[in-house]
T-cell receptor, first 115, second 110 residues
């Protein structure tokens, strides 16, 4: 099974600053997905990171707030820009191995607290 | 947009009791997946159901896909403390993105 590594695992940030989360997959994958999970809530899809093209954002999420990079088939970053306390959440990177099962593997998550 | 509701939101059971969570969609689904998230952990894939009326078993877990492919259930027989966590159903849209249900948080009392 794929291993997905995220960093940082957690961080405490000041209002107005930006933080970039890195996600590394140990095998090449076509699509990578970024989710947000607020405390006690379900997972909400932020965007799909496509290699070689711009990310596809879900309703309610915009590139200026959550810029995403996907430089190659094993790596992606998500930046949370101009943070406010409402951005305090766990951010999860995920990927499908491409075996046709649709199964998503997740990273351990990055827990951000914005003061 | 896609609406996927799960009930109940929370469930507390005594160890050894059974547990069931239900997932309901507003639209007909091509397939449905189930994930488990332990406290402090990340979601882990359990199973995917594709066929109408499909029933799959994994040890004490039984998964069912409704005949109309709009609902699904996960049943755990004789719960154990290791079953604690939140169970999510998840559905794919036409764009192959996966949307998660609201989840059912299971607490097992020893």
């Amino acid at each position: 099974s794929a291993v997905i590594s995220q960093k940082p695992s957690r961080d405490i940030c000041q209002r107005g600053t930006s933080l970039t989360i890195q996600c590394q997959v140990d095998s090449q994958v076509t699509m990578m997905f970024w989710y947000r999970q607020q405390p006690g809530q379900s997972l909400t899809l932020i965007a799909t990171a496509n290699q070689g093209s711009e990310a596809t954002y879900e309703s309610g999420f915009v590139i200026d707030k959550f810029p995403i990079s996907r430089p190659n088939l094993t790596f992606s970053t998500l930046t949370v820009s101009n943070m406010s306390p409402e951005d305090s959440s766990i951010y999860l990177c995920s990927a499908e191995l491409g075996q046709g099962t649709g199964e998503l593997f997740f990273g351990e998550g990055s827990r951000l607290t914005v003061l | 947009g896609q609406q996927v509701m799960q009930i109940p939101q929370y469930q507390h059971v005594q160890e050894g009791e059974d547990f069931t969570t239900y997932c309901n969609s507003s639209t007909t689904l091509s397939n449905i997946q189930w994930y488990k998230q332990r406290p402090g952990g990340h979601p882990v894939f359990l199973i995917q159901l594709v066929k109408s009326g499909e029933v799959k078993k994994q040890k004490r877990l039984t998964f069912q896909f409704g005949e109309a492919k709009k609902n699904s259930s996960l049943h755990i027989t004789a719960t154990q403390t290791t079953d604690v966590g939140t169970y999510f159903c998840a559905v794919q849209t036409g764009a192959n993105n996966l949307f998660f249900g609201t989840g059912t948080r299971l607490t097992v009392i020893p």
